[in-house]
């Protein structure tokens, strides 16, 4: 009997100590534990078997930020910005708002560019732009900027968003003066190719051909337009389809260039007096004009609007008192960036740098974050740049 009884006991072992008992987050955490790594081998399998256009609709939702992150995820990932279909659903959704692509003072080689929907500064990497040559971008169209050097007067076609690059070919005709640069997209998207424009003060001028890949020179300017052309280096030119306007003095007006028909014409509009630094801009197709008023020792900033019956410029707003005192007694320059219904202003004097933005068609005003270098404190102040619609989908 006794011996049966000692059957049926355990034998417990003298030197092992009993089993602990686990609090109640131990527990849990094993069950986390286990239910993550089943579900990321879960997700991975969903995103191994995920179809690939629906993949790319969903990147093409995607805000316009993420997609410098998005690039470095992984191979597949980032030759999806390349492929055909990509390009058809991220035009399918439309443009986004446009950025501001600029050069600093501080640093001439290296762009920085400005999110106005999340008011952020990204500072992109375009390691393909020659070194020790000042590169400055000059206009844009369909997601390109056309920058060009100033040293030898060659041009290049680029995305920042995706390191899109293209040397464009030597020009047929060598140009050392200053020139104004324009850009044009041939149809309603960078697919029909681009067009880009330089014009000189004496009158020569070529057009290049992003289908053609080629330079041409279309001939001369009518002999109803003065030369040499008292050309505005500190406006941009502006682009209202397929027509180029960049703005003169002696006279004062616009000179405007249909770069489909290939026709030139000269409009004479006076300027505003005590005017300065002024430069033309561009909303829903109406031309404006921005520039600094002075009289005595106030300065205000104001915008004007071109009235086609008159041709002669509206004042149509101007910024608040409130932030005009900060320029009072002070000698302001101001350079404007910007020809898509979105402005940003660099307001610069010996004591004062500030950057503004200004929305055409809300007439709205903001003051833009301070531009500082990653991992430095030193403000930045904007030398010359340009507006362009961020696109991934556009290449070179």
């Known amino acids: 009997m006794m011996k049966g009884k000692s059957e049926i006991l355990t034998v417990v072992e003298v030197n092992k100590p009993p089993p602990a008992k686990k609090s109640r987050r131990e527990k849990n955490n094993g069950k986390l534990l286990t239910a993550s790594s ?34 470095s995820v992984c191979k597949k990932w980032n030759s999806s910005l390349t492929s055909s279909s990509f390009s058809q659903y991220y035009s399918e959704i439309g443009q986004s708002h446009p950025w501001f692509y600029t050069v600093t003072h501080e640093n001439i080689n290296r762009g920085a560019m400005y999110d106005p929907s999340s008011r952020k500064w990204h500072h992109p990497s375009i390691s393909f732009l020659p070194p020790k040559m000042i590169i400055l971008p000059v206009a844009s169209a369909g997601g390109l ?15 920042p968003l995706t390191n899109s690059f293209k040397e464009l070919p030597p020009r047929s005709m060598q140009v050392w003066s200053r020139v104004v640069v324009g850009m044009v997209l041939n149809g309603n998207s960078l697919r029909s190719g681009y067009k880009i424009v330089w014009l000189g003060c004496s009158g020569n001028h070529e057009i290049y051909d992003s289908v053609k890949n080629s330079w041409a020179r279309p001939g001369s300017l009518p002999p109803g337009i003065k030369l040499p052309l008292c050309l505005n280096f500190r406006s941009q030119t502006v682009a209202i389809g397929s027509t180029l306007y960049f703005m003169r003095a002696n006279p004062d007006g616009i ?37 600094l008023l002075s009289k005595n020792a106030a300065t205000c900033i104001c915008v004007w609007e071109l009235q086609r019956m008159t041709l002669l410029w509206k004042e149509v707003d101007r910024m608040p008192n409130v932030w005009c005192l900060e320029f009072y007694g002070k000698h302001i320059r101001m350079t404007c960036l910007g020809n898509k219904g979105l402005l940003m202003l660099s307001l610069r004097s010996k004591r004062m740098n500030r950057l503004v933005t200004y929305d055409v068609k809300k007439r709205e005003w903001q003051k833009v974050p301070d531009c500082t270098l990653p991992r430095g404190r030193r403000r930045q102040s904007i030398a010359c740049g340009t507006t362009f619609h961020p696109c991934p989908a556009a290449f070179a």
């Not at 056309?146 to 076609?157: E, S």
Request: negative net charge; glycine residues 4%.
């Open 38 to 71: 089943s579900t990321e081998a879960m997700e991975q399998l969903i995103w191994k078997e995920l179809p690939e256009d629906l993949l790319e609709s969903v990147i093409a939702r995607l805000p316009v930020a993420t997609f410098f992150r998005f690039r």
């Open 145 to 159: 900027i056309c920058f060009m050097d100033i040293g030898n007067r060659n041009f290049y076609a680029c995305n």
């Open 255 to 291: 000179l405007s260039y249909d770069v489909a028909t290939g026709m030139w014409k000269q409009f004479v509009i006076p300027s505003p007096v005590h005017l300065t630094d002024h430069t033309l801009a561009e909303c829903s197709g109406k031309l404006m004009l921005l520039g």
